[in-house]
């Protein structure tokens, strides 16, 4: 029978719910293109066509007719009957396989068919495919849950407070981790090239189903974009809505902390960072920055840029309803210490 023109019974469909209960391998048949936009997090793609051979029958498809497109398609896969096969078997060599294409349709049943003819035990194509999947996803973040928001000046090692709050038995988001940037302009140093917006979203919400629901979910204070992508709209009105625990630390403390952080970076890199908050340092101040960091007087310019961060922040944070803004004064940035003062005001103030 042609590739496309025949699906087996024996194929059965699997809810999007159904794989987060599973360990069956998941294999994404889209072009590399949809992929790289976005995924379900741990799915191999196996791609039916190439970019290019999925726009041609695409056009004429539109241009044409379903059955042209049909006989052009098959054209195109032909050639890769076995590969299919063989890249399968590597994903899964127990023979049991979900498969997934865009709705759920003939690229995904087409593939399953081919699969089940082939000597694969179970196939399953997911019902309605990644586009369910991603109606899953951000229906996830419409719904309402307890969060608790780390605030807090640029330099107080939030992050790494986070971290001690974890290994003190708190549920943690990390949400600059799941970005691959720290949320500043010098944030995308040395850090891994940033997901796609999609792929973010993917990604923290695969994070997000491993926590307990009913309890509290600790996060850091952040802006809507964190480098290039963006935290899902409903739940950073929600976290803008929480309770806001912000942590007081005289800004030398944190000018150290951030030499600490930033000190054996490339000088061009903070050069660069520096360049783009110009406008807004103001430009005899990224001068003198720019001048310190030549004489590697890495201390004063992490003052002169807190001056530029600090107000922004609290601009931020003026936006905030003030009744759930909770200030905690520490006096260094020892995160281990940090943590512990925060657990304290939680306890003595009936964990707000």
Not at 281 to 298: D, P, R, T, V
């Amino acid at each position: 029978m042609p590739f496309f023109h025949y699906f087996c019974s024996m194929i059965t469909e699997c809810n999007i719910e159904d794989i987060y209960h599973s360990t069956t391998a998941i294999i994404d048949v889209r072009s590399p293109g949809e992929y790289e936009k976005g995924h379900i997090p741990h799915a191999v793609n196996i791609p039916l066509f190439t970019n290019d051979e999925r726009a041609h029958v695409g056009t004429v498809y539109k241009q044409q007719s379903k059955e042209e497109a049909i006989e052009l398609g098959y054209k195109f896969v032909t050639p890769k009957l076995q590969w299919f096969i063989d890249e399968s078997l590597k994903v899964a060599p127990n023979r049991d396989v979900i498969v997934h294409c865009w709705r759920g349709g003939m690229r995904s049943r087409s593939f399953a068919q081919h699969l089940s003819e082939n000597g694969f035990n179970k196939v399953q194509v997911i019902k309605g495919g990644y586009k369910s999947y991603r109606h899953f996803v951000l229906n996830t973040f419409e719904k309402e849950y307890c969060l608790k928001i780390l605030g807090g000046y640029t330099g107080s090692g939030k992050t790494y407070i986070l971290e001690e709050l974890k290994n003190m038995g708190q549920q943690v988001v990390d949400l600059e981790g799941i970005a691959n940037h720290k949320g500043s302009a010098f944030g995308g140093i040395n850090q891994p090239q940033q997901p796609s917006v999609e792929q973010f979203e993917n990604n923290l919400h695969e994070k997000w189903l491993k926590i307990d629901h009913s309890k509290p979910i600790w996060l850091e204070d952040e802006s809507h974009n964190i480098g290039t992508d963006k935290i899902p709209m409903p739940l950073y009105l929600q976290m803008r809505n929480s309770n806001l625990y912000f942590l007081d630390i005289p800004k030398p403390e944190r000018a150290h902390h951030l030499v600490g952080e930033y000190g054996k970076c490339n000088s061009k890199l903070l050069a660069e960072s520096i360049h783009r908050i110009a406008k807004r340092l103001g430009y005899e101040k990224e001068k003198k920055a720019i001048e310190m960091l030549e004489q590697e007087n890495l201390y004063d310019v992490a003052l002169t840029t807190l001056h530029y961060y600090d107000k922004s922040y609290l601009k931020g944070m003026s936006a905030r309803d003030k009744e759930k803004v909770y200030t905690i004064k520490t006096e260094s940035t020892n995160h281990k210490k940090n943590a512990e003062i925060i657990l304290d005001y939680l306890d003595k103030h009936g964990n707000n």
